[in-house]
């Protein structure tokens, strides 16, 4: 089955620095890739995906990219801000399933 | 559309008592899926229906853990007898044909 490793396990950076959070993936078929923050207390909620056809996707301050030779994708956060401080999750799924595998989670802290 | 709900939101319970989750998906989306959130596993799937149908439950960690799926508008998650182990955030999740998940707000189960 699919496995995801998810690094760094925590990271602290300063308010207004870019934060960069790497999964890889080891299910060469996988071709869906969500990436969820999950606030103290609260329940994870999608922030962006991509899929296997594109290799960059941004949202404002939020950019997720994908190298499928390497089998590995990044979200990068740019003028990071307190309230992003979170736990990040990223996934994968493989279109012949219907199930996410997500990584162990980043805890992010922004400091200000 | 109000999410996907679940309750309770908080669940205090004594060891040998059963313990039944409930979940109710957003409208429409056929998927639906439990998991469990613990710091030591990250998400772990427990199970997921499809149309109402368990597909997969090998995640379900014992024989003490049932879950069933009666309409498409409900579900439960049922521990019978609980453990103190048990003790964890479940998380319920419903997906519709875009591919990401919704998650609900989560019980907080402690067995004591």
């Known amino acids: 089955g699919e496995n995801v490793e998810q690094h760094p396990s925590t990271l602290s950076v300063q308010e207004g620095d870019s934060a960069v959070i790497k999964c890889t993936y080891s299910d060469s078929a996988s071709n869906y890739f969500p990436w969820y923050k999950q606030e103290l207390g609260k329940r994870p909620q999608l922030i962006i995906d991509i899929r296997s056809n594109v290799g960059e996707k941004k949202d404002q301050r939020i950019a997720v990219t994908l190298n499928k030779t390497a089998k590995h994708f990044s979200l990068h956060i740019t003028e990071t801000q307190p309230e992003d401080s979170a736990v990040y999750f990223c996934a994968a799924r493989n279109s012949g399933y219907s199930t996410l595998t997500f990584g162990k989670g980043t805890m992010l802290l922004v400091s200000p | 559309d109000a999410g996907v709900i679940q309750s309770p939101r908080h669940e205090v319970t004594e060891m040998g008592q059963e313990v039944t989750l409930r979940c109710k998906p957003i409208?429409?989306?056929?998927?639906l899926f439990w998991y469990r959130q613990t710091m030591m596993r990250g998400l772990e799937l427990l199970i997921y229906?499809?149309?109402?149908?368990?597909?997969?439950d090998s995640g379900m960690p014992e024989d003490r853990f049932s879950a069933k799926m009666p309409n498409a508008s409900f579900s439960t998650l049922k521990i019978q007898p609980s453990e103190p182990r048990d003790s964890a955030v479940y998380f319920c999740?419903?997906?519709?044909?875009?591919?990401?998940?919704?998650f609900g707000s989560g019980t907080r189960l402690t067995v004591v």
């Open positions: 409208s429409g989306h056929d998927y």
């Open positions: 229906f499809n149309n109402n149908v368990p597909i997969d």
């Open positions: 999740a419903s997906r519709g044909t875009g591919g990401g998940y919704t």
